[in-house]
């Protein structure tokens, strides 16, 4: 029997797997960890929203067709650039901003004589 132990099927000392084996790890730590800190689009850049097209239906009027989808057209001051299968919406002047979504909901007010809300199951 040798003084190092090895591996039945691959023939490598144990201490070459494991470094091997950590150097793996840190390798995907170190990509992930780049990812992570992916830069943001910013303000000058949005991604429009899209939903997919069925086969039966037509892009509305302010949406574009682009393959299966529909994507929202981009604001005023904003130009769309297709990058594949990705849509994105850049501004053309320095300072663009974007409309605001006004949302009509209200929610609802809580009745005057109504017990107060149980907390738990």
Do not use: W
Request: aromatic share 6%; glycine share 8%; hydrophobic share 35%.
């Amino acid at each position: 029997m040798s003084a190092v132990t090895r591996f039945p099927r691959r023939g490598m000392p144990a201490g070459v797997m494991f470094r091997r084996a950590l150097l793996g790890a840190a390798g995907l730590l170190v990509t992930a960890s780049q990812f992570a800190h992916a830069q943001p689009l910013g303000p000058s850049t949005y991604e429009p929203s899209s939903r997919q097209r069925l086969r039966a239906e037509t892009c509305m009027k302010d949406e574009v067709e682009q393959g299966a989808l529909c994507v929202k057209r981009c604001d005023e001051n904003f130009k769309a650039e297709v990058n594949g299968k990705k849509m994105l919406c850049r501004a053309t002047k320095a300072g663009a901003t974007r409309k605001a979504i006004q949302s009509e909901y209200q929610p609802p007010q809580p009745a005057p004589n109504a017990p107060p809300a149980k907390s738990g199951y």
